[in-house]
Structure formats: structure tokens, C-alpha cells
């Protein structure tokens, strides 16, 4: 056991930055590297990591006090593990030195801008971080960015971070998707300098844009930011449009809220500024759960939604009795077990996807004794090259061949319009020891059942070791639940949004099935088809399921 105090590092060239949210608390059981504090410039917030693990003996500032490299933080008791060498103060920073940053990509700033031509963004100088996952894109082609506007974020096992543009502009492309892993100098997006303005008045903001932090740090400040006088001249309205564009939150509130879906763009900040705090984030989460909260996006875009969200006794609302309070320690020896972060996560999403979706599950049979026999001759042939021909695989390309001929399965509700898809991504619920993820198979059907099976094995054993990524878990159509491995007959998946429909698959069983003239052993396999009855209806459901069991049973139907 040691006493460490912890540090403010290396955070550029920001100033007497003021403490805008304490997030531990005397007591508190730390990590290093987790979030103590956030601080906000005129520029924008960060977040201040702790250098060491331990357990917090007394806190040094408060909330509003102005810092500074170097200021004590806290005081942290630290345990064996916790060498101040694993985890040295500076390397600790979330936003590594914008004074470093600045000069490589924001001194080019106003020359590009001036000149109205193509402009390509880069990663600044993000200090130690290496090949950062993007996990959110936060523009699109066709947007007009401010100079410091965040463009991306980006994810390391460490923080995640926002890129800000080094340049105003009108993007012209993504030079980036979601997953790509990123370094210094690659190219985020290409602008087209100064709004696309033809002969682009020498912007009033050019001045300013050496002067931005082109380090990645953090959301801005909403309301100090300089986008409106980055703007071009002759589109005074964009200003606004910008600003309300980006909530104003920190980049943990912002993955908080991501991960749980929460948008942060209807909340209203209870923090200075208005800034978006975790409590509000959580504060919205309890909210629709207890059913006083609805928003006007969920009204508009989802009516079901607004069925379960509002009101009380008019038969509008859930107006549920309050959760039991029982001292379950009275009645026998209990443990408590805090729940896994992904069991968090994926509660919340399936709890909203079972309380806002009207569910009917549909359960069907297919004769899978051709199939089955057919996989087993293939494992056998290829036994040697190490290929598992999986029933799974099999299932997500019978799928596919549903999907073609019942397009309202391949859908998203967004409001009052079907987003029908023409790309055919389908995710599988994996059983991890911290919970249940969905990776995606991405385009699926062009790919054989061999390189299906192979993604498959890959994409499980990363969900095992919980090393999938966002990119490995987005974007799907359609998803399918197996639990054939393991048992049962039927069960009833929840859809996972904003997909319409799931399918659960469970243990194949031998049944004797009439032929004409005798009863015959046929492997069945049990089919449960969840849908939306907002977007299916029962007998399209019902059609599908044949198909796909017509499609199990003689799977030369998928070449059709
Ligand atoms: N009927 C009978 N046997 C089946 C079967 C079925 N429908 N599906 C698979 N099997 C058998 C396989 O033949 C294999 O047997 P062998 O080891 O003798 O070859 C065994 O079960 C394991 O199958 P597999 O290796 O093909 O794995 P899988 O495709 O069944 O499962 C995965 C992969 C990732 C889906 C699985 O590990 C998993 O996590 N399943 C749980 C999903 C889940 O939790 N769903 C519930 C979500 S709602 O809470």
C-alpha cells in the first residue's frame, strides 16, 4: 500500500482550465486510466484520467477550481499492482498535447481555405495512441463543417476521442468507415475549402484557425465555439445549424449514451453551458423505463414508442406498480454481483426493443435430413483443411435466399417509411461469459457457406475473447439466434433494433413424419420467427417461415 497523488498531465497548451464535473468520489475503487474529472476551456472538455489504480483517500479540487499541468488531483491508495511505472502520468493524457498538434494540420488551415479548392483532413498528432478504431462518424458528404467541428470519434483501449477538422468546409467524401483503425496523417475526409463557394471571401475566421487545438480533444464547447465565424461569409444561418448539430457532451457521456442508444440530441443539459451530463443521460434512461419521458422524436418517429412512453391512467402509459424492495439477505445467505458492462448494455437495448416493439413470434418446422446429411459428408471431405461446415452457416444463407423473396424483412422503420435494404448483413447472437453480443456477417450473400462458416468461427472467438469491435457488431438486417447446440423446442427472440425480424433456431429433433404409406424418421429442425407487426403481418411471416424450411430442405432452392 502506497499514497500517490494523482496529477493533472501534459494537456497542451490549455490554461487554468476549470473543473466542470468530478466523476469519483472519496472511497470510489479506481482504474488506471479511468475518468476522474472533466475540465472545459473556452475551446473545449476533456476529460482527466487517473494515472494509477486504487482506492481514493481524499480529492484535492472541486468542482469549478481552475487547473493546470501538474496540480494534484486526489490522493489515491494504491495497491501492489498499482506502480506509479505501469502507469505514468503523462502517457495517462486524453488529449495529447494540442500545442504539438496544431502546427501540422491547422497552419495550413487558412491558406487551403482561402484558396476554395480540395482540402484533405488528417489525424492530427494524437500523442501515443496507435491505430484508434473509429467508432462514430459524426459528418456526412454534403455537411459544412466549422474548423475545431468534430468529424469523427475515434476509440483506443484507453479513451475515445473526437477528431476535429483542421479546415471549414462542405465535405466532399469520407476518406473513413466505421472500424477503420487510424493513426497520424491518414486522411479522414476530403472538404471542399470555404463552403464550396466559388470565389470564397477570404473567411472573417481565418485568423482564427491557427489558433484552434487540431489535437483531438474532445467535444467543443458549444457555446464559445468559433464556427460561426469559420462560416463563410454569405451562409450566416449555418451557424446555427452547426451548433445544434453536436450535442454539447463529454466523450465518455457520449459513449455512455451510444452505447445505451440514447440521443443525446433530445436531451437538455443540466450541466454548465448546458452540457449533457451523465446523470441526464441516465436520468432519460429511468425516465422511459418508468414511462414519464417522451421525446418528440420518439413521438413522431415511433408511435408504438409513444404508446409505452407517456402518461398516466390514460392508456397511454405503462403505469407500472414501483420495482420490489425486498431484503432478499433476510430470507437466506445471498452474493451480490455487479452486472457486466455488456449485460448493461444489452439489457437496456433488449429491454426498449421488448417494451416498444409489438412482437409475434411464428414457429414452423423444416426438414433438415437431407442438409444435415449433406453437412456431415462435407466436414468429413473436409476434414483435413480444417473447415467446420456449421448448421449455422447454412441457416444465414437460407436466410439471405427469405430475405431476397420477402424484401419487408430486410427493412428498418424510420418514422413513416420502410428503409428497405438492398445489402444483406446478417448478425448471430453469440454466448460470451460477460453476455450475449450479435456479430454481423457482412454481405452475405455473396459469400460461399466455406467463407461464411470461416467469418463465423472468427467473428465467435473474438466474441469470446470480447475483442469484437463496433464495426463487427453494425449495420446488420436481420439476425439469428441458434441455441441448437445446446436444447429446446421453441422460444421467442426479441428483435434486435432497428432490424424487423429475428429468427431462433433450436435443437434438431427426429420425428416420424407420414409419407403416404409409412412413418419415416426426418431430422426437424424447430423454426422461431420473431417480427414487428408494424411493418410484417402475420401471413407474410407465416410465408416466410415455409420458405425458409422449403429452402432447409432442399437447399438447391438458394441457386433459384
Ligand atoms: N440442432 C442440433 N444440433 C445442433 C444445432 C441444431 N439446431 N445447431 C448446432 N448443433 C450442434 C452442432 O452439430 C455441433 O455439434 P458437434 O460439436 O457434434 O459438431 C454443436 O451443436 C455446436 O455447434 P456449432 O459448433 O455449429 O456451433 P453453433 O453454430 O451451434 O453455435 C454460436 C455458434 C456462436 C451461435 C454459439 O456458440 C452460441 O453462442 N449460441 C448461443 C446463442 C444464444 O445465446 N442465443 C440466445 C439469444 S437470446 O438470449
Redo the contacts with the bound molecule.
Sequence with gaps: MALVEVKVPDIGDFKDVAIIEMLVAVGDSIRAEQSLITVESDKASMEIPSSHAGVIKSLKVKLGDKLNIGDVILELETGAAASPASAPAPAASPAPSPAVAAPSAASAAPAAAASGGSVTVRVPDIGDFKDVAVIELLVKPGDTVAVDQSLITVESDKASMEIPSSHAGVVQSLEVKLGDKLNIGDAVLTLLAGGGAPAPAPVAAAPAAPAAPAAPVATPSAPSQPAAAALPAHDPTAAGALSSKLPHASPSVRKFARELGVPLGELKGSGPKGRITQDDVAGFIKAVMSGATQTQAQAAKAPAAAAAGAGTGTGTGLNLLAWPQVDFAKFGVVERKPLSRIKKISGANLHRNWVVIPHVTNHDEADITELEAFRVAMNKEHEKAGVKF???AFLIKACVAALKKFPEFNASLDGDELVLKKYFHIG????TPNG?VVPVIKDADQKGIIQIAKEMSEL?AKARDGKLGPADMTGGCFSI??????GGTYFT?IINAPEVAILG????FMKPVWNGSSFEPRLT?PLSLSWDHRVIDGASAARFNAYLAAVLADFRRVLL
Excluded: E, N, R, Y
Excluded at 428 to 431: E, K, R
Excluded at 481 to 486: A, E, K
Excluded at 505 to 508: A, L, R, T, Y
Design positions: 456449421t448448421l449455422l448471430f447472437a453469440a454466448d450475449l465467435a439466434s441458434s441455441l441448437g447446440g445446446i427472440p433456431v433450436c435443437k434438431g429442425l
